[in-house]
């Protein structure tokens, strides 16, 4: 066919075009902070990084676990009110012990995420639709549980520490959520499970004949991602001192779904970016950081970050 | 004459798919249109419907040059397809169904419904069909829904109705009714071109007869002066030169062990795999030989479990497959690699070391994780013996060419360690020269006592590589012949003697 | 035709069963609103008073008339997030334009309401992003502009025929009970008797089949949110009138809630099948919620996220049993 000219076009294409869209994220990032570093002013105070690295923590965690379930051609639209619920039962079991509410909301979180994945994996439910019902279930019941209102945690405690200790300017949640992406690195890369998310995300059928245990990765998929974001809720409880139905994991989705786009982790499937991804995350934290340290008001940061979203999402989708 | 092309030709690059293809349909006459997979059957009626323009030829309809731009421009001409896959709407009602998107109108903004079911109605009855027009369409069985789309069709002002395998998917009364309608439009005056590969319906419906192959009209004439025998082998045809790789006229002798490496019995499903059976030697190459549509495929994946078969025994050696799943039958020992390389066979975007040990991850990992360095040595011991070419491990599958990429998915077959290997048109879209390599690789895994399933869509080679043939007509099994000294016209015989299955 | 004839009593058992589904899909959440509306009646004493139920209408017409967009667009194949933010958005408009007149308070709204759907339709059906992505960013993004355009709440003076409608008594009842019934009425006739309605069931059902059976699917599409948008816009404006003021947070929830309430009410998420009546139903079952949550003192306010939570996972659950039942 023309498959020889097609080819050699594409030869000469590839490279290029591919290159650039593959490190997009990463120019996109450094140009920012670039023009942050000349235009904004204050943004080299430590205490601007610090702040941001607080904000970065429970997003990098959600979109890790965002890019697993993006990578095998699904998505998981409920790890905000996951947070939120995690956050709650955080707050309501907080005179059971601080280690103990730790416990629990992370488990409150993997719990959601197996719901997610039974009705996934099981029930064959779209996992749109099946993270969209989640999605409202779970911010129902945190608000629900702390009865629409905030709930102070107490000053002292593991809890309150995570929310403020730092090692020299990184916080330790930000150490912890690196780590976490250090073996979820791994595990996407060197493991047998890993392999398998990209698998069904490549093509479904062909892992099905395979002999793959795709129902089993979908059920893993959406189980840890509801485990990542139950640990984010923790995370987001800690910074802000207090678990907040109302407040805590609020749109989070969006961003992390654009942070693992953005990084490099397509819609269709099939590949995993996890340093993209946290690059994502931080160049969405600069972002926001920018419009506030240079006075945009927050209405106007948020139509042009959302703005910004679509376009980047589109120009993805354009190649992707 | 209502349609009529001459010299009609299309090319896709450097590819022909059709040429000089000279056909012609009167009023209220139906024609078969006959022919394998990709002998041009759908570029024809593709070219017919608007969808593609010739790059040769012409089209004329009664008599005067004409030419579609778009597929809405063939129908505005009157020209339509029913198709196999009902492009319908299957929540909403037959009168719906049939009026979508010109809907009578009343008061110019709402639709006028009592006016749509009238209408419904009066089509249907015309057609012998006592269908409600207010039922969901998706109440009616395959049959009656086909039928709706005929009605559409019609009831949209089209004199020619060209119809793709109308009976492919109906059974019993249903395909009685199609009968019935195509009778209907005869005597309307419709022209009718009528595609399927169904011997028996072909000559009983149509009045004339057209075969393509490769492209080209290899016979055309009326039913009554056209064999069976004549027809059959102008679908398959014979190749020009065979291969280099000539035909080792090896005797082989494959002893009946009392144990079969595959035992296959009454298996079903749905009504493209009735009641198959046969059995398979270690170290025997068993060809499934048969029309499109003959239901190899199907057999081939109700046996891997790959579709849930509803009746019917799979045994593996002494084991039986109790769960129809690929994963259980690969645990088992018995691998299957599917004709659809594209959507069922590769990874795309992955690398050649993940597509080619994508099925045996457990075996080369440990506590999870896998050993790339067991992945890399797996790829290289099957580039060796294979001949796979390739860049390497890390190269992309959509790198290699069709030809390597096969060899890619017969090496992750091998890699599981079968004793049974079920390989579905294994040499489809791929080079003569890795058509070879494939041929020698299939006599290997023979020969080192695997026992080897086998369909192509050239009886030549399933001829030339299987020790024994079973021929499936319809999904059922009309015979089974041993190869040694055979020739192909012997298939093609079992193939025209066969009657339609009773239901 | 005896042939034909042969193929109706061996369908028969499939049909029953596949019938019955498609009844219960359908009218299912009218079945639950009896139930419960009879359960809430038992259980208090004041429940069935006239002056009760009109209050669960009157409450429930904003939430409604968003509920029609938003059956239009989840029918289509589609769902429409941004529509809370515009709501808010058409309430702070609404307060913006009262001072010249009703007519403008409701116009302005709905205009603007258009004209988000418009860049959302096109954004979906020309570039073929997903749906949840354009419309989860308007919504942010409209959340944003909802808050610029506001400042402070304002306070609204009620000219004419918007004070009528947001406070007018008609045999003592509000007069806010007549929107539900009238706006649910034309929608269902939009829906089920115009060609448009019949393209959005098409295109929900099988978008490549309505595309070759030649409907203008991108057309379409847009029409579909740019509905969506207008009406969630109307409902801010008639939302201002009732609060006497445009709040930047007036709209807040009103996108999950619509989807939960429509969902519940029969209409499925994969597209292509829903009823005007069962979002009715749907919108009803939760405005009755609601208001059992408020009767009973000690269950905060926040029970009611929750409730319409768990109905819509109950709803997605079945609806994917249903359906699964209806394919084997």
Known sequence: ?320 | MLLETRSLGKDFGAVAALRDVTFSLSPGEVHGLMGENGAGKSTLIKLLTGFHQPTAGEILLDGKPISFDSPRAAQAAGIAAVYQEINLIPERSVADNIFLGREPRKFSAFTDKARMLRESAAILARYGLSIDPRQPLRSLGLGLQQMVSIARVVSLGARVVIMDEPTSALAGAEVDVLYGVVEQLRREGHGIVYVSHRLSECYRLCDRLTVLRDGRVVESAATGDLSRARLVTAMLGREGAAPADAREAVARAITREALPALSVKGLSWRTRVRDVSFSLQQGEILGLAGLLGAGRTETMKAIYGAEVAEKGEVKVGDRRLRRPRPSESIRRGLAFLSEDRRSEGIFPRLSVRSNLTASVLPRISRFGIVSRRSQNALVAVYVRELGIKTAGPNALISELSGGNQQKVLIARALCTDPNVVMLDDPTRGIDVGAKAEVHRTIRALAMNGLGVVLTSSEVEEVMELSDRLIVLNEGAVAGELATAGREPDDVLAILAAAEAPAV | MSAAKDLAPAKRRGFDRARVVGLIQARGAILVLAVAMIAAGLTFRDFLHGGNLADIVAAASFLGLVAIGQTFVIIMGGFDLSVGSLVSVGTVLAAYAAPYGWGAALVVPTAAGVAVGLIDGALIARTRMAPFIVTLAALLALKGAAVALAGESMVIAKPGFFGVIANGNLLGVSNLILILPVAFAIGALVLNRTPFGAAIFAIGGNEDAARMLGIRVERVKVMTYCVSGGLAGLSGALLAAHLSSGISAAGNGYELQSIAAVVIGGVLLTGGVGTMLGALAGVLLLGLINNVINQIGSLSAAYQGLASGAFLLLAVIIQAGLSRSRRS
């Open chain 1, 1 to 320: 066919m023309s498959d020889r000219l097609t080819a050699i076009a594409a030869g000469s294409r590839l490279p290029n075009t591919a290159w650039i869209r593959a490190s997009s994220v990463y120019i996109a990032f450094a140009g920012l902070v670039l023009l942050d570093l000349i235009v904004t002013p204050g943004f080299r105070n430590p205490a601007v990084i610090r702040s941001l690295l607080f904000e970065s923590a429970p997003l990098i965690l959600i979109a890790l676990g965002q890019s697993l379930a993006i990578g095998t051609r699904g998505i998981d639209l409920s790890v905000g009110s996951v947070m939120a619920l995690s956050s709650a039962v955080i707050g309501i079991t907080i005179g059971m012990g601080q280690g103990t509410s730790i416990a629990l909301g992370i488990g409150a979180g993997l719990s959601c995420g197996i719901v997610n994945g039974l009705l996934i994996a099981v029930l064959r439910i779209d996992p749109l639709i099946s993270s969209l019902s989640l999605l409202v279930a779970a911010r129902g019941l945190a608000q629900a549980l702390l009865g629409g209102a905030r709930v102070d945690l107490p000053f002292n405690g593991p809890i309150s520490w995570l929310g403020g200790a730092t090692v020299s300017v990184v916080p330790v949640t930000a150490v912890i959520a690196l780590v976490a992406a250090f073996l979820f690195a791994f595990v996407v890369k060197r493991t047998t499970l890993g392999h398998y998310a990209i698998f069904a995300g490549a093509s479904r059928t062909a892992a099905f004949l395979a002999g793959q245990p795709v129902r089993a990765t979908l059920a893993f998929v959406y189980g840890l991602s509801g485990l990542l974001a139950g640990v984010a809720g923790l995370f987001a409880t800690a910074r802000l001192g207090a678990a907040d139905p109302n407040y805590i994991g609020v749109q989070f989705e969006l961003d992390a779904i654009a942070a693992a786009v953005i990084g490099g982790t397509p819609l269709s499937g099939g590949r995993i970016s996890t340093v993209g991804t946290i690059f994502g995350v931080l160049l969405l934290e600069v972002l926001d950081a920018s419009f506030i340290m240079n006075n945009i008001s927050s209405t106007y940061a948020q139509m042009l970050k959302a703005a910004f979203i679509v376009g980047a999402l589109y120009m993805q989708r354009a190649g992707a």
